[in-house]
């Protein structure tokens, strides 16, 4: 998988932390985030089902998509199986990730950074972003 170093990147802080624990210190702005990510996520699989459904095409144009895992032209059923499994995995490393991850610094002192929060930021612009390039190009909705 092209995304894996990612993934583990995002991880070591984890993996540091001795007294870490799946979920440990999960959140009610957590759920939020999550859940914000999830519904951005579900508008971008409907425009990626109404897009499959024509075969990606429409306004008398042929148009690729741009998610790599998917394809330029995946079908419905590759679409209705990976954006949910996507949509779980997110969900998983969120939760694998750690809340909090202190670094030390000489100039600065303690810098606290929170893993899990910008796991769940970067892939929320990402659909937003997503969803709004998908809009612009004419893509609707459709289960």
């Given at each position: 998988?092209?995304?894996?170093?990612?993934?583990?990147?995002?991880?070591?802080?984890?993996?540091?932390?001795?007294?870490?624990?799946?979920?440990?210190?999960?959140?009610?702005?957590?759920?939020?985030?999550?859940?914000?990510?999830?519904?951005?996520?579900?508008?971008?699989?409907?425009?990626?089902?109404?897009?499959?459904?024509?075969?990606?095409?429409?306004?008398?144009?042929q148009h690729d998509e741009n998610n790599p895992f998917l394809?330029?032209?995946?079908?419905?059923?590759?679409?209705?199986t990976l954006i949910p499994l996507g949509m779980i995995a997110h969900g998983v490393v969120a939760a694998a990730l750690p809340p909090k991850w202190e670094i030390e610094d000489s100039n600065l002192g303690t810098i606290n950074i929170n893993p899990r929060r910008i796991w769940q930021c970067v892939w929320i612009g990402g659909e937003v972003t997503a969803v709004g390039i998908n809009y612009s190009a004419g893509i609707r909705w459709g289960f």
């Amino acid at each position: 998988m092209k995304y894996t170093w990612v993934i583990i990147l995002l991880l070591i802080p984890a993996l540091a932390n001795a007294e870490y624990k799946f979920a440990k210190d999960w959140s009610k702005a957590d759920t939020a985030w999550e859940c914000t990510f999830l519904a951005i996520t579900a508008v971008d699989w409907m425009q990626t089902r109404w897009a499959a459904e024509r075969d990606f095409y429409w306004d008398g144009h042929q148009h690729d998509e741009n998610n790599p895992f998917l394809g330029s032209r995946p079908s419905v059923g590759k679409v209705d199986t990976l954006i949910p499994l996507g949509m779980i995995a997110h969900g998983v490393v969120a939760a694998a990730l750690p809340p909090k991850w202190e670094i030390e610094d000489s100039n600065l002192g303690t810098i606290n950074i929170n893993p899990r929060r910008i796991w769940q930021c970067v892939w929320i612009g990402g659909e937003v972003t997503a969803v709004g390039i998908n809009y612009s190009a004419g893509i609707r909705w459709g289960f």
